[in-house]
């Protein structure tokens, strides 16, 4: 039978169903005879509780899930015939006129869009590059080293400078009166890593073992700490004991404790060479590849579904009600989060997933199993026991659909840099991760 779908707007469809009332009740009545078998109910032994008991207690339910079921079906048919791509699950209504011996029900609903992509092209991409240097490796050598360093008490009269762990009592006050958080006995902490506010690390910088010390101390307008964000406090510290801090030797020790194979100092470097590269790679493909994303969408047109960015949106905030409980935060399932926080990025992700999806059907570009299984390898590689590693990704589907995706948008990616105008861009490894 031929399927009549109305236009409501770009996206927006509207088809109209309907079905028999005669095969509505026949499908409703078995439901019910199945169910009087097995069904218990007070003063009738199993299996022998009248028919119209039974319809009595359970005929409305019974009857909601065959109208739902029934209806769920003609959509998925209609749709089908009329070789529709729908976004999201229909609004389904009761018409208001139905033909005789029939019930009839408008789905509304919204269909994918027609995605052009341009010419890719005339797309710009700045395609970056870093290499792993001497001085990188000699900064993770430290890193390693202060992750290790152990302390030993300063002479009396020695005085607190940077690196020294030192413990401390402190008590602040503004305008002569104490603030919640301004007070702590056997404070610890390292001067110079920056765990304290700078004014603080200064007054304790240069005392001495038992010394004490009042400074005024200027809280950041933006300091996490909204009572006293902004505002200057009058802090007394005294100080109960100053440990220097002794870093290990970079030698075939220290490889050693940390795992090298190769306990050397040559087999040291060589490992960290090896993982920052890793590292690298894998920061260089990131951003690489949002670029190439970003050059994809300049070049493509479409409609967005409202239904796909509500559901993305309806993600979204519920991640991130799941990020305020996991902090301890009261009320995160009732907390009110606006859409529009989460609105455009929303967008950008239906938007690009929609493309995306294109572009690979398009151009043959799904993931391999041979790149799959590369993929995974390569993942395995830098665990102990790699061959775990490839059983655990290969015994669980969602981690092998997590997979396949990473490697689609890799595919997608080297597809875009191939057509683009590419400029090259080396940027220095401090840049790439983030580093001042």
Known sequence: ???TVETLDKLERKITL?????????EVDSRLRKLARTVKMDGFRPGKVPMNV????YGYSVHYEVMNDKVGQAFATAANEAELRVAGQPRITESQTSPEGQMA???VFEVFPEVKIGDLATAEVEKVSAEVTDTAIDKTVEILRKQRRTFALRAKDAPAQDTDRVVVDFEGKIDGEPFAGGKAEDYQFIVGDGQMLKEFEEAVRGMKLGESKTFPLAFPADYHGQDVAGKTADFMVTVKKIEAANLPEVDGALAKSLGIADATVEGLRSDIRKNLEREVKYRLLSRNKQVAMDALLTKAELDLPKSSVQAELDRMIASARADLKQRGIKDADTTPIPDDIFRPQAERRVRLGLVVAELVRANALHAKPEQLKAHIDELAASYEKPADVVRWYYGDNRR????????IENNVTEFILAKAKVSEKAITFDELMGQN
Request: aromatic content about 4%.
């Open 400 to 407: 092998m659909a997590e997979v396949e995706g990473i490697v």
């Open 54 to 57: 039974v319809a009595q207690r």
């Open 105 to 107: 029900f408008d789905a």
């Open 18 to 26: 309907t079905l028999p009332v005669g095969a509505i009740q026949t």
């Open 1 to 3: 039978m031929a399927v």
